[in-house]
């Protein structure tokens, strides 16, 4: 029996296969400081095999879990597992955000919304421009592409070096879409107002390619998903042609602000305390 005075204290988690690099408990941990929330949220490490039963676990309430947070590579199936997802993660085939409801797994993937949010947030009037250029077609520029549509931007050209994934990614997502090969950048770069990197160019190692960045619009944002190194090595580039640019670390704050609502109550703020904290971490 409950009663009136009981104090309910939730708790979430973040899984992944390893997920110890995960800034996701840093975060929400900040956050329930910050709010003077009693609640937790821990980094479970769970094996692609024994992630159905963490999943039966959840929904049984025997975990003890409110719902958290899903990164690689459970993402797929933690949407396939899910009794109800929404049509953000239904569109993407992949879920990064589980909260129970009513007795029901819900599940969405706020990736997407991360990724313009920190727009929103760094670059205001971002979305004014008229076209988009994404470089990459991996799973992580899927949930760009589904925010940048979402938003209205009415031309968006995908640039993979594998050019039949590009063009499965413009197939799924509609006709602003268009698919084209790394090499098509001069042409599709002119006017642009925005430039994401979604590949791991010049991550390992190996030197990043020249862009033209002077083909942009004048007033045109670079931008990158990956957050370390902070400046990327594509990001530095912009930046010495003198090109506004944004770093991918607002993404992953963004992104988590949702799942904090739902296991915790209350909408947290992504500040630049957050920032250095994470900053300070890596
Ligand atoms: P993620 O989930 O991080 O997106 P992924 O699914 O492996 O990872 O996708 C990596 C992306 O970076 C792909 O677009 C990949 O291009 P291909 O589809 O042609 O493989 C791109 N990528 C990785 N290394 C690259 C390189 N050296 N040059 C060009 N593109 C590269």
């Known amino acids: 029996m409950s009663d009136s005075r009981e104090t309910f204290v939730n708790h979430a988690f973040v899984t992944g296969f390893p997920v110890r690099h995960s800034r996701s408990p840093l975060i929400h941990g900040h956050w329930l400081k910050a709010l003077g929330i009693a609640g937790s949220y821990r980094a479970v490490e769970v094996t692609p095999e024994a992630f ?14 409110a719902g958290g947070n899903v990164t690689i590579p459970h993402k797929e199936l933690a949407f396939a597992l899910a ?5 953000l993660s239904e569109e993407l085939g992949a879920a990064n955000t589980l909260w129970l409801e009513e007795g029901q797994l819900r599940a969405t993937n706020t990736d997407g919304a991360g990724f313009t949010r920190n727009l929103d947030q760094r670059a205001p009037g971002w979305a004014e421009c008229d076209s988009a250029v994404v470089l990459g077609a991996g799973g992580a520029s899927r949930a760009v592409l589904q925010a940048l549509r979402d938003r209205g931007i009415a031309r968006i ?15 799924r997502f509609g006709p602003a879409l268009s698919a084209h090969p790394m090499e098509a950048y001069d042409e ?25 960045f002077s083909r942009l619009a004048p007033d045109a944002i ?20 003198g090109r506004r640019i944004v770093d991918g670390l607002g993404m992953l704050l963004h992104q988590a602000a949702p799942g904090f609502a739902r296991w915790f ?8 305390r957050l920032r250095d904290l994470v900053i300070a971490d890596m």
């Open 157 to 171: 050209h995908v640039l993979n070096r594998t050019v039949a994934r590009a063009q499965e990614l413009a197939d």
């Open 83 to 87: 009794d109800r997802p929404d049509d």
């Open 188 to 212: 599709v770069a002119q006017g642009a107002g925005l430039v994401v990197n979604t590949t791991s160019l010049g991550m390992d190692g190996t030197p990043v390619p020249d862009f033209d």
């Open 222 to 241: 670079v931008t990158d998903i990956v957050y370390v190194p902070l400046i990327t090595p594509f990001l530095q580039q912009a930046e010495a042609q």
């Open 52 to 65: 159905p039963a963490f999943i039966a676990a959840l929904k049984d309430r025997s975990s003890g879990f």
């Open 265 to 272: 109550g209350a909408m947290p703020e992504v500040d630049e």
